[in-house]
C-alpha cells in the first residue's frame, strides 16, 4: 500500500471522531492496522438464558458478529474505493472468537457475557 492509501485506510478505521464514533450501541466493531495486516474486533454483550440455551445462543452470536464483520468490511471496503480512487484488496488468514462471562449467580439461570470476534487480514 502506498502512503497515501494507508493514511486513507487508517482515517477510515478510526473510531475516535466523526461520523464512525457513535456505532448503534448494542455492538463494536474497532479496527488495528499493523503493517500489512488489519484486524476487526467485533464485541457485543449477550444475555444467556439458561446453561442449556447457551450452546445455540452462542451459535446464533457467531453468525451474527460474522454478518456484522462482513457488512462492515464491505462498507469500508466501498468507502477506501471513492476516498482513494482505488480498490481495497484484503486476504482473511485467521480468527478466533470466545465468551467472557461477566455476571452469574447460582439463583439466578440468566447469565450476561462479552462475545467476541477477531477477524485477520492480510491487506494487499
Known amino acids: 500500500m502506498t502512503f497515501k492509501e494507508n493514511n486513507v485506510l ?8 466523526g461520523k464512525y464514533s457513535s456505532p448503534s450501541g448494542t455492538h463494536s466493531i474497532k479496527c488495528d492496522l499493523a503493517g500489512e495486516t488489519m484486524t476487526l ?4 454483550i449477550v444475555h444467556f438464558a439458561s446453561e442449556r440455551s447457551a450452546r445455540d445462543q452462542f451459535v446464533r452470536c457467531a453468525e451474527e458478529a460474522v454478518q456484522r464483520l462482513n457488512s462492515y468490511m464491505g462498507l469500508l471496503k466501498s468507502e477506501f474505493r471513492e476516498a482513494a480512487g482505488t480498490s481495497l484488496k ?9 465468551v467472557e ?24
Open 10 to 17: 487508517g482515517n477510515l478505521i478510526n473510531t475516535t471522531w
Open 41 to 44: 474486533k467485533y464485541s457485543t
Open 90 to 98: 484484503t486476504t482473511e488468514v485467521g480468527g478466533n472468537d470466545d
Open 101 to 124: 462471562l461477566i455476571q452469574s449467580t447460582s439463583n439466578s439461570p440468566r447469565k450476561i457475557a462479552y462475545y467476541r470476534m477477531n477477524k485477520t487480514f492480510q491487506l494487499g
